[in-house]
């Protein structure tokens, strides 16, 4: 019988040996760090899972692809740019995740992303395995045909790998709508095949699911609603902090108002902004969505209830709930001490790993109710699946129908984070929750089709 303690010693010595084989791929092993040292319970209590080689094969991925992306600017200058697919783990199904074009993009961040991906995708029940993908490519700034010959080049290379039993792709930082169509017109025609089910975030009109835009953020304010109500509280007048001011932080803003919290805050790399009467979302869909442009400009428009802050965090706003919609380690432990101290009650993850694992601590020991990405934003992934379904099957359902679907999936995703918790003597702590229960369901697929 393997103690946790003799299980903590192994789950370290393992930690440190994916430190040295993977150099230089820090968020990769901050999330490593994150999932492993929350395991030891679960290996500890169910022997078959501590069987040598299973959480190393779990750290390791399937396959990873990187080449070349060449593309010629609207001027005829040629730039030269990095692709990667990281295939992490295809024990419960295709590979399934998105893309992120950002220029901080590299081995280490996709590897991260991947991982995450594998239990979030598990906790959702739907049947998909976890990867990621993408490229340093900046598109901000660029034109539709620079955008567009970037993702003909893209997928010249990517079509190889992908496809809708192997591997469904999607967005994400920096890959929406625009994207996905012209990744799915250069695959279709150099496959000449329709094969809809390819990638994911396609035009409602084309084969895209309705409310997949939606998703990611809808489904983050059902998981904070699930948090609050478990205190026996809910949406309804708390003021709430979003940063970010993309896909996520978008439909969080327009999901918290329909349920009545007020947000007050939105984001990008430029700044914050801060609206005391709470965030006008046409006019922030006009700056963003149409216009492609810089959250300042929603401050100039907006008139005297709002103001922009060059450079600032959004975490000094006082609030009750925060719900970070950028990007990784956005929320650190001054900013987690800060909301502590202006009373917040939830931290509810819309982005992947936005908060550092010291602000995950303080926000926990002062018994804020934190909601991990990988439970808390799945929404998106689980609406993307349904896509999928939809896809398969040649047909398309009702809105109604997929936010049904979509609000039955964030309460269970919820509900087993919750329970496991308990059942793992973590109780409240949704991060041990979402690890577990999610590291169960694929290492099971894992142990019953063996060492592969
Ligand atoms: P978008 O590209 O639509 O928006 C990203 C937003 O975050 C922009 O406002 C951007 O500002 C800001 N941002 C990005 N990087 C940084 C940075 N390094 N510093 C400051 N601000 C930054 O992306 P999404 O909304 O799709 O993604 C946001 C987060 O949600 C990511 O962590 C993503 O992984 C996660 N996520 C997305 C899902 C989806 O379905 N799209 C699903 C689940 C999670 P700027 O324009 O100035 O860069
Ligand atoms: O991080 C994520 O879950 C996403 N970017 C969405 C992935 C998907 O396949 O819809």
């Avoid at 934190?370 to 896509?387: M, T, Y």
């Amino acid at each position: 019988m393997t103690t946790r303690s003799e299980t903590r010693t192994a789950l370290d010595h393992l930690l440190t040996e994916i430190e040295h084989r993977n150099p230089a791929q820090p968020e990769f092993h901050q999330a490593a760090h994150e999932v492993l040292e929350t395991l030891a319970p679960v290996l500890a209590a169910r022997p078959e899972y501590a069987e040598p080689g299973l959480v190393e094969r779990l750290v390791e991925p399937e396959r990873q692809v990187i080449f070349r992306v060449p593309w010629q600017d609207d001027q005829g200058r040629v730039h030269v740019n990095r692709g990667f697919r990281v295939e992490f783990n295809s024990a419960l199904g295709p590979y399934k995740g998105g893309l992120r074009f950002h220029p901080s993009v590299n081995l280490g961040v996709i590897k991260f992303l991947g991982f995450e991906q594998i239990f979030k995708n598990a906790l959702t029940g739907l049947g998909i395995g976890g990867g990621k993908g993408g490229s340093d490519f900046d598109p901000h700034g660029r034109s539709d045909a620079e955008v567009m010959r970037f993702c003909q080049s893209f997928m010249t290379e990517l079509h190889r790998h992908i496809g809708e039993h192997t591997d469904v792709p999607a967005g994400d930082i920096g890959v929406g709508g625009r994207e996905i169509g012209y990744l799915f017109g250069q695959y279709r025609r150099i496959t000449n095949r329709w094969e809809a089910g390819v990638l994911t975030g396609k035009g409602a009109g084309w084969g895209g699911s309705l409310i997949r835009p939606e998703a990611t953020g809808y489904g983050n304010v059902l998981f904070a609603a699930a948090m609050l109500r478990e205190r026996g509280e809910d949406l309804e007048g708390q003021t709430a902090l979003v940063s970010g001011s993309g896909n996520v932080a978008i439909y969080t803003i327009e999901k918290l108002t329909a349920l009545g919290a007020n947000p007050v805050t939105c984001s990008d790399s430029s700044g914050y902004v801060v609206d005391e009467k709470g965030i006008d979302l046409d006019l922030l869909k006009q700056i963003k969505e149409v216009e492609r442009g810089r959250v300042d400009a929603y401050a100039e428009r907006r008139g005297s209830s709002a103001r922009f802050v060059p450079g600032g965090s959004v975490w000094e706003v006082p609030a009750d709930l925060a719900l970070p919609s950028a990007t990784q380690n956005e929320l650190d432990e001054n900013a987690a001490a800060t909301l502590v101290r202006n009373g917040v009650k939830a931290v509810s993850e819309g982005a992947n790993m936005p908060t550092t694992p010291e602000a995950v601590h303080l926000l926990q020991k002062a018994g804020v109710a934190f909601g991990p990405g990988k439970a808390a934003n799945a929404g998106g992934v689980a609406v993307s699946a349904l896509e999928m379904a939809q896809n398969h099957a040649r047909t398309s359902w009702t809105a109604a129908r997929v936010e049904e679907e979509l609000t039955h999936i964030m309460n269970d995703i919820h509900t087993t984070c919750h329970e496991t918790a308990e059942r793992y003597d973590a109780p409240g702590d949704y991060v041990t929750g979402a690890n577990i229960a999610g590291f169960e369901r694929v290492a099971d697929a894992m142990l019953a089709q063996g060492v592969i």
